[in-house]
């Protein structure tokens, strides 16, 4: 397949025979979905099921008007504008949890004739069953959907990897396939358990001939729920007997009271993307009791804004010091970089206890390609590790590849063999350093690669927002992180964080480690 620049909505257009999206991604039970379908044929059907420990399907239906409506220009920023085809009120004895809709083009036979969108359903009684929230990354699925134009990383990179970013994203539109639902054959972000390359060999790019064969966007791999890190721990969660309820993260600014009634907040696998307003919530709710348990990597790296009554997210990202409109004004705390840049000045460190810029990447392209996968244990005795006989230095999660793709971390020096926060990058400075493992914020430009994934536009990134300059001696000193496990009190509350986004895998795989010291989290998080 040629891979020349490429019209994103005729493109859309010549792949799918239906696409499906709804005015809003986060309900209540007894509200009204408003349903937006363009499809080629007359004739089609429509599926939701909750996904939990199994797929339940809850209402089926057939329709007979199929219409197919153009894709404006830039869809992916603002929108389709296409009209209701439908609506339905949601019954009052619906469970919370991810619903996924399923849409499918009569006579069309095949993965284009059908297309997948998603709502998560709130619970009709926050807190009264259940104590513990799931809130969904879904600012990163927004982030990465290239559907109708681009994602907050390029174009059609199956077509153009280097296009042009959108620094928008519209709820207003179907979903790149392959985000939300993982694909057969699609890989993992991270090199899988036990793989790794030989002498002078070079990973590159393992994403971009499944991505060109399958027709879907190169970064459909990085983001989404069904058979990825979020529905993996959902199901773990619900077989294992846990009450839980869950929302989207623009909850947390619909409902600035939307945690009162609980006493965990779970985030799972690759949660990169938050407003002020939902750090002001969290860190508030925290500070006065609630407890936060992280199993994401790369988390709360990127400070977002919502507009159109949270219909748009904006994201400038790389290119905020030049392009953002804040930048220069009275709301520059609000500019769309890195939460740990000092045009902010609030890392995420003092939420989370890590960040990303004294971690990096693993077992991703060529950052720490051959490791072990796994974090090697420091501090056993920290109650998060009873009852699983680890001891200090052992290895926990190799087998499954628990320690890849993107991490967290933190500046620390050692004192008697063990590791110790400094505080200098904002994290707790009593905060309990309990496992580690290498990663790498960028690839080596000096190897003679030829393939490279990362590069070292991260760490140039990072070199100029956190330290002041990209410069050699800068990118140098934020080249060699780690993926760090950490727990700390914040105020009243509470916070474990693994440090990595692969921690699901742990559970799916069984791994009776990773499995016990995530019951000893939500257990001693839901006393």
Not at 57 to 83: F, L, M, Q, Y
Not at 125 to 137: C, E, H, I, Q, T
Not at 176 to 183: D, F, I
Not at 269 to 288: F, K, P
Request: glycine share 10%; net charge negative; charged share 25%.
């Amino acid at each position: 397949m040629s891979e020349s620049k490429h019209n994103p909505a005729a493109d859309s257009e010549r792949r799918g025979a239906i696409w499906c999206y709804t005015d809003n991604l986060s309900y209540a039970p007894g509200e009204t979905v408003a349903f937006h379908i363009s499809c080629k044929q007359s004739n089609y059907s429509i599926e939701i099921a909750r996904l939990g420990a199994k797929r339940e399907v809850v209402w089926e239906r057939r329709e007979s008007s199929g219409e197919w409506h153009s894709i404006p220009e830039k869809a992916n920023e603002t929108g389709c504008d296409w009209p209701v085809a439908f609506t339905m009120d949601i019954p009052v004895d619906w469970r919370s949890g991810y619903y996924q809709i399923t849409v499918r083009a009569d006579g069309v036979e095949g993965r284009w004739g059908e297309s997948e969108h998603f709502f998560v359903l709130r619970s009709a009684n926050p807190g009264r069953d259940a104590k513990m929230l799931f809130v969904l990354s879904t600012n990163t699925y927004l982030a990465y959907n290239s559907w109708g134009g681009g994602s907050l990383y390029s174009s059609k990179a199956v077509f153009d990897f280097h296009a042009q970013k959108a620094n928008r994203a519209s709820i207003l539109r179907p979903f790149e396939p392959g985000l939300l639902s993982k694909l057969p054959g699609a890989p993992r972000t991270a090199f899988a358990p036990g793989q790794k390359p030989g002498m002078m060999e070079q990973q590159g790019r393992p994403y971009r001939p499944f991505s060109v064969e399958a027709q879907v966007d190169y970064w459909t791999v990085a983001s989404g729920f069904a058979g990825r890190w979020e529905e993996i721990f959902v199901k773990w969660l619900e077989e294992n007997g846990y009450n839980v309820d869950y929302a989207i993260q623009y909850d947390l600014d619909r409902d600035p009271k939307l945690l009162e009634p609980y006493q965990l907040y779970l985030s799972v696998g690759h949660d990169e993307y938050w407003s002020w307003q939902e750090r002001d919530v969290l860190e508030d709710w925290i500070d006065r009791g609630g407890s936060l348990a992280m199993f994401s990597g790369n988390s709360v790296f990127w400070q977002v804004r919502y507009e159109d009554d949270g219909k748009t997210m904006v994201c400038y990202k790389y290119d905020a010091p030049q392009q953002d409109p804040v930048m220069g004004t009275a709301e520059e705390k609000y500019a769309t970089t890195l939460w740990s840049s000092r045009t902010i000045n609030r890392p995420e460190n003092r939420l989370t206890g890590v960040s990303m810029t004294r971690g990096g990447y693993a077992r991703t392209g060529m950052t720490v390609p051959r490791g072990a996968g796994g974090y090697t244990i420091y501090r056993p005795d920290h109650w998060a590790f009873d009852g699983t006989g680890l001891e200090y230095g052992d290895v926990l999660g190799s087998e499954e590849g628990i320690v890849g793709y993107e991490n967290d971390g933190c500046a620390f020096t050692f004192r008697d063999g063990l590791p110790y926060p400094t505080g200098e990058d904002g994290s707790p400075i009593d905060m309990d350093i309990l496992a580690m493992a290498p990663a790498s914020l960028g690839e080596r430009l000096d190897r003679g690669y030829t393939n490279l994934l990362l590069g070292e536009s991260d760490l140039a990134l990072a070199a100029r927002e956190v330290l002041g300059e990209d410069t050699p001696e800068n990118r140098n000193r934020l080249r060699h992180g780690n993926a760090t496990m950490v727990s700390f009190c914040r105020g009243l509350g509470k916070v474990f964080n693994s440090g990595g986004t692969e921690w699901a895998y742990g559970i799916k795989g069984v791994n009776p480690f990773v499995e016990k010291i995530t019951h000893n989290v939500l257990r001693k998080f839901l006393q």
